[in-house]
Each structure stands twice: as C-alpha cells, then as structure tokens.
C-alpha cells in the first residue's frame, strides 16, 4: 500500500477559540490527504468523498507546531476505497490523530462505477487496518 505523506505548520488562522487547532482545519487536511491515497489510484475527478468514519484528537494541537499526515488506501470493494489518514507530530511518531475515510468511484455525472482494484496488505499493520475498515 503505497503512502502519501504531507506536512502542516499550524499558523494563527489554523486555531480555534482555545489557541489550538481548529478541528474544522484538521477535518479538511485530513479529507485532503486520504483523497490524495485514493485518487492515486484512478483518477482523481472519478473520485469523491462519501463518508468521514471518525476524527478522535489525542491531544490538542498548537500554533508553531508541524504535523504530518500520512494516508494510504486499505480496502476496496467494487465501487468503494477506504483511505485510512494518520496524523502525527513532525519531531516524533505520537499519533494526534487519526481515522478512516470512505470515497466512491463514480463516472463523470456522478454514479458509482467499478474501479477494478484489489488492495492486498503487505504488512500486519495493513491488514489489521484493511479488517477495521471492513467493519466500517
């Protein structure tokens, strides 16, 4: 399973009320990366998002700080990709964040097309993630 990593400085418009990051901002970057995974796939105006299956913050995030989103498709049915999008701290691997998200392969007006891809896990990590994404 290929990786798509991209990096954020957290800037003053970033933060929310408490001087944190704004989890509106966190939502779109991660939405951002896992289209990123799933669009490398295909192409990405075949490709839209269905579903965000979860976003739980492990600790807050604060201005200055860089984060890196790490995305990677990990299940696929006929029409469907699962991208899962790891969020860490840029000076260690401490997970901010993380969560799946489901997009849908559709023709050009927008109805679900079969994409022809099978993700095989290479790894115990990938398929303990491709067998929590079955259960979404």
Not at 42 to 63: A, D, Q, S
Not at 103 to 129: M, Q, R, T, W, Y
Request: with cysteine; hydrophobic share 40%.
């Amino acid at each position: 399973m290929r990786e798509f990593i991209s990096h954020h400085l957290i800037k003053g418009q970033d933060l929310n009320h408490h001087g944190t990051l704004y989890a509106g901002r966190g939502a779109e970057w991660l939405v951002e990366a896992g289209f990123a995974a799933a669009a490398s796939m295909t192409n990405p105006e075949n490709v839209v998002c269905l579903k965000i299956h979860g976003m739980t913050f492990k600790r807050p995030v604060r201005k200055g700080e860089i984060i890196r989103y790490i995305s990677k498709v990990v299940y696929a049915t006929r029409t469907k990709l699962v991208s899962y999008v790891k969020v860490e701290h840029a000076n260690d691997d401490e997970v901010i964040v993380d969560g799946f998200m489901t997009f849908v392969h559709v023709d050009l007006e927008g109805k679900s097309l079969p994409h022809g891809l099978v993700i095989e896990p290479s790894n115990a990590e990938e398929a303990e993630l491709q067998e929590r994404a079955k259960q979404l």
